[in-house]
């Protein structure tokens, strides 16, 4: 029987930004799902998030701004709180499509 990812070829070129707890759910899922998107790298300050990353066979880096570099055509954005508004605005200004794990600003007077 078929699975229906038999037919798929990748959609996206997919980073993260963010390697903590959620970012690490997330990335386990999208390793599940090899034919449907191509991962390309994740960010995060922290040196223990990225080697666990690429434990995993995924390149990381220290910063989104690296992540972008290598041409990624969406984001998954898992960082920390005061990180996730301005990583949410940088990507969406360079046109990469954005999964953000939280809601984008920290306040409600932040979202107007």
């Known amino acids: ?11 996206s070129t ?10 690490s759910d997330h990335l386990r899922n999208a390793l599940t799902i090899p034919d449907a ?20 066979g ?3 880096v220290a910063g989104a701004e690296e992540l972008f ?5 969406a984001v998954i954005v898992a960082n920390r709180h005061p990180q996730h508004e301005a990583a949410v605005v940088a ?12 809601p984008i600003p920290a306040t409600v007077a ?3």
Do not use: C, Q, W, Y
């Not at 990507?91 to 939280?102: F, M, Q, Y």
């Open 110 to 112: 932040a979202a107007d």
């Open 1 to 11: 029987m078929a699975n229906e990812t038999d037919n798929l070829r990748p959609i």
């Open 91 to 102: 990507a969406a200004e360079r046109g990469i499509h954005v999964l953000s794990d939280k």
């Open 14 to 23: 997919l980073g993260f930004i963010g390697l903590g707890v959620m970012g």
């Open 69 to 73: 570099a290598r041409g990624v055509e």
């Open 58 to 60: 995924i390149d990381a």
């Open 37 to 56: 998107v191509e991962l390309i790298a994740g960010a995060d300050p922290l040196a223990e998030a990225r080697a666990a990353a690429e434990a995993k």
